[in-house]
């Protein structure tokens, strides 16, 4: 409530919610809401958070495979396990862990300004040499106590970002 992030839940979660919180039912309402259908296929472009009560994690994986934009999607979790099934199972361009999905950047990235967005597994047309079939999957860990936010790295005095090339033989989650 003190970032104004406003909460737009199913009846699973909000009803668990609003009794737990314990504040002003006012004020409440100006926060968490009751979602529609529409709610989970807006991209809302604010502090909006759209929650969804699924029984599993497979579950989840399998909602997000069907409903997301493909772009980038994450996951809060203290388990191993969780984490890596998240990530091995979830069909987006970026996957994360413990990290803001606004971290999905070309400049994060180290690219350079941003030139284009692509959600496709292959998007090139008309001739392609190997190099234009490679396609990528980013994934991001989070390893801070209480993960990392953008905001950390903002270009005023934030943490700066150390882009280098990491060797690895095999996939570390």
Known sequence: ?????KLVCDEATRCPLTSAIGIDADKLKTHVEPSTPDSYTTEHLSLTLSV?????LPSAIEWINSHSSHHTDSIVTE???????????VDSA????????RFADGFRYGFGTEVGISTGKI?????VGLEGLVTYKY???????????????????GKQFKHKTIEVPVVPF
């Open 79 to 89: 388990n191993e396990s969780s984490a890596t099934a998240f990530c091995q199972g």
């Open 52 to 56: 969804l009560s699924v029984p599993s």
């Open 139 to 157: 994934k991001m860990r989070s390893k801070a106590k209480e993960g990392h936010v953008v905001g950390d790295f903002s270009k005023n005095g």
């Open 123 to 127: 998007h090139a047309r008309g001739p």
């Open 94 to 101: 970026g996957v994360f862990v413990n990290a803001s999905t």
């Open 1 to 5: 409530m003190e970032a104004n992030v």
